[in-house]
């Protein structure tokens, strides 16, 4: 079992910037692909970002790829995303997500095996 707490979230004009962070435990957290959700209102949930076991490899939905950055600490077993340039568009609840990686170095968009409860961010225009 893994459990993972966000935080950070809030709200922030347009063009600004949060960062989200994510702390882990209960298993060895490098043996984890992360990976940040997104869901708006009304909307299914899609993928943010993702990065792999030892942060070696990163991915980016094209709608934040550029602004986003995902970074992650094993020694603290933390993972973060730096949103910057935010958009109205933006505004959602924020996942954080675990998968059990430990024989790939890969940066999967899905499935993930554990979730947080979501963090919101609200951009306004």
């Known amino acids: 079992q893994v459990q993972l707490v966000e935080s950070g979230g809030g709200l922030v004009q347009a063009g600004g910037s949060l960062r989200l962070s994510c702390a882990a435990s209960?298993?060895?957290?490098?043996?984890?692909?992360m990976g940040w959700f997104r869901q708006a209102p009304g909307k299914e949930r899609e993928f943010a970002a993702a990065?792999?076991?030892?942060?070696?490899?990163?991915d980016y939905a094209d709608s934040v790829k550029g602004r986003f950055t995902i970074s992650r600490d094993n020694a603290k077993n933390t993972v973060s995303l730096q949103m910057n340039s935010l958009k109205p568009e933006d505004t959602a609840v924020y996942y954080c997500?675990?998968?059990?990686?430990?024989?790939?170095?890969?940066?999967?968009?899905?499935?993930?095996?554990?979730w947080g409860q979501g963090t919101q961010v609200t951009v306004s225009s």
């Open positions: 209960g298993r060895t957290f490098s043996l984890y692909a």
């Open positions: 997500a675990a998968r059990y990686h430990a024989y790939s170095n890969g940066v999967p968009r899905s499935p993930y095996d554990y």
């Open positions: 990065i792999s076991r030892y942060g070696t490899n990163t």
